[in-house]
């Protein structure tokens, strides 16, 4: 079985920067796709961005641009650069993979482990 786990989240000012990791432990295959989703208070998860087995990334629009994802295969390790923050991307972000052959951020229904979230606050 695969466990993700984020860490990296924090308060920040708005125009600040965070950098989120999630590793993976335990038994772990190849993934095909990894992704940060989001999800703030009374608002539906909502895909952030997604890298998969060749490097190709995608971004949510609301955060092209100011978002980085990248991975590092050899240590299991997915990251989120994040860049010129704003209040609105105050959120639980979470990490996931999936192993079907199919890497974009809707439906998140393809994405089969999951992470428990790192909390990003970014204030005004």
Same mark, same amino acid.
């Given at each position: 079985q695969v466990q993700l786990v984020e860490s @990296? @989240? @924090?308060s920040v000012q708005a125009g600040g920067s965070l950098r989120l990791s999630c590793a993976a432990s335990g038994y772990t295959y190849s993934s095909y796709c990894m992704a940060w989703f989001r999800q703030a208070p009374g608002k539906e998860r909502e895909g952030? !961005? !997604? +890298? #998969? *087995? #060749?490097?190709? /990334? +995608?971004?949510? #629009? *609301?955060v092209k641009g100011r978002f980085t994802i990248s991975q590092d295969n050899a $240590? &299991? /390790? =997915?990251? =989120?650069?994040? &860049? *010129? =923050? $704003?209040?609105?991307d105050t959120a639980m972000y979470y990490c996931a993979a999936e192993w079907l052959g199919v890497c974009v951020l809707s439906p998140m229904g393809f994405f089969g482990y999951w992470g428990q979230g790192t909390q990003v606050t970014v204030s005004s």
């Open positions: @990296g @989240g @924090g952030v !961005a !997604a +890298i #998969d *087995s #060749d490097g190709f /990334t +995608i971004y949510a #629009d *609301s $240590k &299991n /390790t =997915l990251y =989120l650069q994040m &860049n *010129s =923050l $704003k209040p609105e």
